[in-house]
């Protein structure tokens, strides 16, 4: 039992250029979110999946793209990477309901130069 | 004002000491509360949700105080390996989109 899982750990990339963020849980969970951690800030919400078929923005959204793929797996994109993205990115799951409880992947460490 | 606020800290205490530290939230309809635990360059793991009659795990004792509007934790027989950075998290609605992360209190266990 992995729980959340994230690729890649870490990524360099330019100004302008692209990619794509992975994330996969295999805990079921219906809800998923992606969040980015800046120093001296609290985690902010990018996007979230409440459930298989659903995206909502949430509090930072501009500058990414998400999909979720299927119940497993929750993806955010960069189309033009930008120096302010870079960040910690964090997924995590939750079941839908209740207290939302959420378990999260190890991160991806991400500079844009 | 920030809908969750801590005191960032730093907490340095010795080991084996109680530490206790709160986290205030704006919105009072908020509904369910947590405590995450983060060390350095990892993820945010969770350490336990705060019930309105307060909840004891071991040696940690989360509290919350609605009329106030907060939620403590306390840690008794503090280990160095309680060093970390703790998050608030505060969920307005019960809604997958109104999850507050809190910026963190950092406790430093010395020996």
């Known amino acids: 039992n992995a729980g959340v899982t994230q690729t890649p750990k870490f990524q360099v990339l330019k100004t302008g250029q692209s990619m794509t963020l992975q994330c996969a849980q295999d805990m079921n969970h219906n809800s998923m979110y992606w969040y980015r951690q800046d120093p001296g800030m609290g985690l902010r919400l990018i996007y979230y999946s409440a459930s298989e078929g659903t995206t909502d923005k949430g509090e930072v959204p501009n500058g990414y793209n998400v999909s979720r793929l299927n119940k497993r797996e929750f993806s955010l994109r960069l189309e033009s990477a930008a120096p302010s993205q870079t960040s910690v990115y964090f997924c995590a799951s939750s079941e839908a309901g209740g207290n939302y409880e959420q378990y999260f992947g190890p991160g991806t460490r991400l500079t844009v130069t | 004002r920030k809908e969750v606020e801590q005191d960032p800290g730093p907490f340095n205490v010795p080991e084996g000491a109680t530490v206790a530290f709160n986290c205030t939230y704006s919105?009072?309809?908020?509904?369910?509360f947590f405590w995450y635990r983060q060390d350095c360059r990892k993820e945010p793991k969770l350490l336990m949700s705060v019930y309105s009659s307060g909840n004891e795990d071991g040696r940690f004792t989360a509290q919350l105080n609605r009329a106030s509007q907060y939620i403590s934790l306390l840690i008794r027989d503090s280990k160095l390996s309680d060093s970390a950075t703790y998050l608030c998290v505060v969920n307005l609605y019960s809604s997958a989109s109104k999850i507050i992360f809190g910026s963190g209190t950092r406790l430093s266990i010395r020996p």
């Open positions: 919105n009072s309809a908020s509904q369910s």
